[in-house]
């Protein structure tokens, strides 16, 4: 069976594909056509040839797999840096972990995400009245978003800021949970 | 009337997977699954034919999920079966 090529540009090694989505985030100039085209050309100077569709397809898959992983990585240090905190609370590391991955993985997406994940509670329940008065928190919800985003923006950085010192330190992992507790 | 596209069962159902082994130790909501899949997929993709498809797979033993009670949702993940299908070890 014939790969699709999608597949062939997601079977490359890392670095390859890194160069890629280089390629297609060029901008254009007048010495260069940036972007798909761009990568396209490259491709095809390389022997790889891909239609458009598929280059799309693949930007799509690697930005996403890309917002992901980071989201993971930053559960990850979370839980790290809580169970090293509190060594006799592994479980409640691992959930803190989670939160960070949720809460980081929606906010790489956007705010209509925070909206659904909202909406979807309504749906078991569909009495007429309480769907109204939901509907009124869900506008409520989305004006909150630009706030929430703000707020875990700010977690991002402490943890950043943290990664770069080395690790967090009981102040910093208390100013971090003081930021999320407000969201 | 127009034509409505509607999504590749088959294909959504492996988008599914594909989705949940971007991060194959993390639980995911429906909504950011629905979310990822519209991201994945070439056509739109609904609530109702994400929820047909994490049932497929839940029933061939490829996802399973833990019903999450401080949110009152379901949070869905890949099982041992569902990341050799993945290729993840």
């Given at each position: 069976m014939k790969a699709r090529s999608d597949s062939k540009l997601k079977n490359l090694p890392e670095e390859r594909q890194e160069q890629i989505i280089a390629w297609a985030k060029t901008p254009k100039s007048e010495?260069?056509?940036?972007?798909?085209?761009?990568?396209?050309?490259?491709?095809?100077?390389?022997?790889?040839?891909?239609?458009?569709?598929?280059?799309?397809?693949?930007?799509?898959?690697?930005?996403?797999?890309?917002?992901?992983?980071?989201?993971?990585?930053?559960?990850?240090?979370?839980?790290?840096?809580?169970?090293?905190?509190?060594?006799?609370?592994?479980?409640?590391?691992?959930?803190?972990?989670?939160?960070?991955?949720?809460?980081?993985?929606?906010?790489?997406?956007?705010?209509?995400?925070f909206v659904a994940m909202q909406r979807l509670k309504?749906?078991?329940?569909?009495?007429?009245?309480?769907?109204?008065?939901?509907?009124?928190?869900?506008?409520?919800?989305g004006r909150r978003v630009a706030v929430l985003e703000k707020k875990l923006e700010r977690a991002g950085q402490i943890v950043k800021a943290a990664q770069e010192k080395g690790g967090m330190t009981p102040e910093t992992l208390a100013r971090l949970e003081k930021e999320l507790k407000m969201l | 009337m127009p034509k409505i596209n509607k999504p590749d069962m088959p294909l959504l159902r492996a988008k599914i997977r594909e989705v949940l082994a971007f991060a194959p130790t993390r639980k995911f909501t429906e909504a950011m699954i629905l979310d990822a899949a519209n991201r994945l997929v070439p056509v739109p993709v609904a609530l109702d034919d994400v929820r047909r498809a994490i049932e497929w797979n839940l029933g061939s033993g490829f996802v399973d999920?833990?019903?999450?009670?401080?949110?009152?949702?379901?949070?869905?993940?890949?099982?041992?079966?569902?990341?050799?299908?993945?290729?993840?070890?």
């Open positions: 010495t260069c056509t940036g972007g798909f085209a761009y990568a396209l050309e490259q491709l095809a100077a390389d022997g790889l040839k891909v239609s458009l569709r598929s280059l799309s397809e693949f930007y799509s898959w690697w930005e996403l797999k890309q917002d992901f992983s980071d989201a993971d990585t930053l559960g990850k240090f979370a839980a790290d840096q809580m169970k090293a905190f509190d060594p006799a609370n592994a479980a409640k590391a691992e959930a803190f972990g989670q939160f960070i991955f949720t809460g980081a993985a929606v906010r790489q997406k956007d705010p209509a995400t309504l749906d078991k329940d569909s009495a007429k009245t309480r769907f109204a008065l939901e509907e009124q928190k869900l506008k409520l919800a | 999920y833990v019903f999450n009670r401080d949110e009152d949702r379901d949070e869905w993940f890949l099982t041992d079966r569902g990341l050799a299908k993945e290729g993840i070890k």
